[in-house]
């Protein structure tokens, strides 16, 4: 089956502009996720919905981040405006539910540098 | 809140080499444990995991037991190949409303011929 897909795989812009990724999860997953990996450190998990639902965003910076997943399938992840800080590989992560031990896949991330 | 130490790198090794990744966490519940993967280049990859104390979670080699006593799950290789260089990720995963990831820093391996 095909994986988690994201898009661009790179992005580079200035501060103050905005960006968008995109992700699209593995077919029938149920539970996706946005983390935030700076360079040196594991991810974070920066907003998860379940289907179209948001259930958890307690971490993601909502005056500048804002994420939408339309029809419970694919999502897109906006920075407005963007920040040096936010320079950092942006991974969008599937699965098919929620709970204990259930497994995340995770896309190839896309590399934003903010300049 | 939750967190996760593993050991830091970075870890080179001799192909055929034991090799060990020391992971300890601190969690509010009673978590689940990975380890997680990533070859250059791709996205990552659940290496193995373990859901309960004393279980031991294995693949392509590796191994890593769920020590609840001493809050560990350490990842052990008995022979590494030159493959296997990648950045390795412990996590755990503690419940509450979401069943989160909490991830470690990594540890960065290269291997060597």
């Not at chain 1, 909502?62 to 320079?87: C, H, M, N, W, Y």
């Not at chain 2, 990975?34 to 080699?61: H, I, M």
């Not at chain 2, 020590?67 to 990648?86: I, M, N, W």
Request: contains cysteine; neutral net charge.
């Amino acid at each position: 089956e095909a994986g988690v897909a994201q898009s661009p795989r790179y992005k580079i812009i200035e501060k103050r502009q905005s960006v968008a990724f995109w992700c699209n999860p593995i077919s029938g997953h149920a539970t996706l996720y946005w983390y935030q990996q700076i360079l040196g450190q594991g991810p974070k998990l920066l907003i998860q919905f379940q289907n179209n639902g948001v259930v958890d965003d307690s971490q993601l910076p909502k005056d500048r981040f804002s994420a939408e997943r339309l029809k419970g399938v694919d999502s897109t992840l906006k920075i407005q405006p963007a920040k040096l800080e936010d320079s950092a590989v942006y991974l969008c992560a599937s699965s098919t539910g929620q709970g204990r031990g259930y497994e995340q896949y995770f896309g190839p991330g896309t590399r934003l540098t903010v300049t | 809140g939750d967190s996760v130490t593993q050991m830091e790198g970075p870890v080179t090794l001799s192909e055929e080499a034991f090799l060990t990744i020391n992971c300890t966490y601190t969690a509010t519940g009673y978590p689940s444990l990975f380890w997680y993967v990533q070859y250059p280049g791709e996205g990552l990859q659940l290496l193995l995991k373990a859901t309960k104390a004393d279980d031991k979670g294995s693949n392509k080699g590796f191994e890593a037991t769920y020590r609840k006593e001493t809050t560990s799950f350490h990842l052990e290789k008995g022979s590494v190949q030159v493959s296997d260089s990648a950045v390795y990720f412990c996590a755990l995963s503690s419940g509450g409303s979401n069943y989160k990831l909490t991830f470690g820093k990594g540890t960065l391996l290269t291997v060597n011929p």
